[in-house]
């Protein structure tokens, strides 16, 4: 039988705290800890394994962009959702600059909370599996990204780690785009005009190493990003 999947729920409103306990508990069969204050749910986060976080912004002790913040110290992956009763842009903002994956404005429906749970857990299992595939076939190329080599015909062209990684998303998205805030975000860590002309130079590359299958292609998606064409 699957186990439960664990969230870490930092809210310091007691009477709202136990109202999403007890509904994600019920409905969305997870094991939830709550904690009153951001100190007690870095303890917590410390001492046990989670699968997400819902982190309450104004809490006592330790705020929850401090939490988030340390939180991301120790683990870099695990999905955080901020909830907070400001709606203002700059706190959303912050939120995403440090590191949450989603931000939910109080007062808001438990029914989408769960939604929102459901989509970002969907989304990083997703994410891990594509973790895992490292080995590609496009068109009459062998593409080993763990190795850094493409080879077509017994002839191995060595790639950089920017060429591998960038290759590696456009087979994750073969015949779809792959969007160019994607590449840059996941890549570079940054999606600005610079980072963005740095991009434009690996992807000349890349067309260059691909030219030995004439039905290979990597074309430019107006607007949108690009696209590694296989048959």
């Not at 203002?88 to 438990?110: H, S, W």
């Not at 998205?173 to 002309?197: C, S």
């Not at 890349?206 to 292609?217: M, P, Q």
Request: neutral net charge.
């Amino acid at each position: 039988m699957k186990k439960n999947q664990k969230i870490l729920l930092a809210e310091d409103d007691p009477n709202l705290g136990e109202l999403l306990k007890d509904y994600l508990e019920l409905k969305g069969k997870f094991e939830v800890t709550l904690c009153p204050d951001g100190l007690e749910a870095l303890d917590a986060f410390r001492k046990s394994t989670y699968d997400l976080c819902i982190l309450d912004v104004m809490m006592p002790k330790k705020d929850g962009f401090s939490l988030g913040k340390d939180i991301r110290k120790i683990d870099n992956t695990i999905p955080i959702i901020y909830a907070t009763a400001k709606g203002m842009m700059e706190d959303k903002t912050q939120a995403f600059e440090l590191g949450g994956d989603d931000y939910i404005t109080k007062p808001f429906r438990v029914e989408e909370l769960l939604l929102r749970i459901n989509a970002l857990l969907k989304r990083t299992s997703k994410d891990r599996e594509e973790e895992s595939i490292d080995k590609f076939e496009i068109g009459e190329y062998f593409f080993d990204y763990t190795g850094q080599t493409l080879t077509l015909k017994g002839q191995t062209q060595k790639l950089s780690t920017k060429e591998a990684e960038l290759l590696r998303l456009l087979c994750l998205k073969k015949n779809d785009v792959l969007t160019r805030e994607e590449a840059l975000v996941k890549i570079w860590h940054d999606d600005n005009y610079f980072t963005g002309r740095s991009m434009d130079v690996f992807l000349s590359k890349l067309r260059k190493y691909l030219k030995g299958d004439s039905n290979v292609e990597i074309v430019n998606v107006h607007g949108k990003g690009y696209k590694l064409l296989v048959p």
